[in-house]
């Protein structure tokens, strides 16, 4: 039988609904690679903005495989959350240092300040409660947390952005900056066995573009917040590409993943088969967004 399609779409809302009810003032911790572009910037203050969520933490990233990158990239990520919770006057955010290095081994973690927060907030979550942790990164400090305390595993969701994704043919390549910054974290969490992960790819995360001239209506001269962001923009040399030498538009792929997480209505979740390289079980991936809602909702919180 099929159903009418306003029926489809109720059964489809109250699904989401109730999703969210699940994670509704749940912790959140957000683990950033802050200084290794400019949509960082942007998800970090839609979600700082907000204060129907419950982020009790951003935790620092390394990002060492930029050709831009210094010796010390966590500490750049670490700088610029600090900056950004003193413009939100969110001093109410922890913000725990996380590994300046990616995993040299699947049984050796990278002990840091982040690792061992994600560890002590998942023991100190009340019964039924599970911890909320997107990253935006490199999956090392997440991983760590993994390999320190694996009792966490059940009390934790993942919510990763990163390799690409054809839901078509179910066919992964991580061949993309995030995973390539340490890639035995991100096959380490793939191959958590009872670790809820699910995957904003870049094959989805890059509809969602931003254009310039929105961004300075919307942002330059409104606020400190606002005109550091945009100098971000302005001030940061892509390395990766030559196309847009002006810069008149960005992909925020980070954007993505906040938006889907709080707003869950935003984006299609989809259960697929792990890469076939990896232990044999299921990952939720989103295989498409709302670009128009997220740009609404975003800007609603400027």
């Not at 923009?233 to 538009?249: F, G, H, I, N, V």
Request: with cysteine; glycine share 4%; hydrophobic share 40%.
């Amino acid at each position: 039988m099929t159903l009418p399609y306003h029926l489809v779409i109720f059964f489809l809302s109250f699904f989401l609904a109730d999703g969210f009810k699940e994670r509704e003032g749940a912790p959140l911790i957000i683990d950033a690679d802050t200084a290794n572009e400019v949509d960082d910037l942007f998800a970090l203050a839609r979600a700082l903005n907000d204060p129907s969520i419950h982020l009790v933490a951003i935790t620092s990233a390394q990002f060492h495989t930029s050709p831009l990158a210094s010796d010390s990239t966590v500490w750049e990520s670490q700088l610029i959350n600090e900056e950004l919770v003193k413009l939100t006057g969110r001093s109410d955010v922890a913000l725990p240092v996380g590994a300046n290095f990616p995993l040299e081994s699947i049984e050796k973690p990278r002990i840091s300040e982040a690792s061992t927060f994600i560890v002590n907030q998942a023991k100190s979550l009340k019964k039924q409660e599970k911890l909320d942790v997107i990253i935006l990164g490199s999956c090392t400090n997440v991983a760590s947390a993994i390999l320190q305390a694996p009792e966490i595993i059940p009390l934790l969701r993942v919510h990763y952005l990163g390799f690409w994704h054809n839901p078509e043919t179910n066919t992964y390549n991580k061949k993309e900056f995030n995973s390539g910054n340490d890639t035995l974290a991100v096959n380490l969490l793939l191959n958590t066995e009872g670790l809820e992960l699910n995957v904003m790819t870049a094959t989805t995360s890059q509809r969602l573009v931003f254009e310039k001239g929105e961004v300075d209506e919307k942002l330059k001269g409104k606020s400190p917040l606002g005109d550091y962001l945009v100098d971000r923009w302005e001030s940061y040399e892509r390395w990766w590409t030559k196309a847009d030498p002006e810069k008149l538009r960005w992909t925020m792929w980070d954007v993505a993943i906040v938006e889907a997480l709080i707003k869950p209505e935003l984006s299609k979740v989809e259960e697929f088969d792990a890469p076939e390289e990896n232990v044999p079980r299921k990952i939720g991936i989103h295989t498409a967004i709302d670009v128009e809602g997220m740009k609404q909702d975003f800007w609603s919180f400027f």
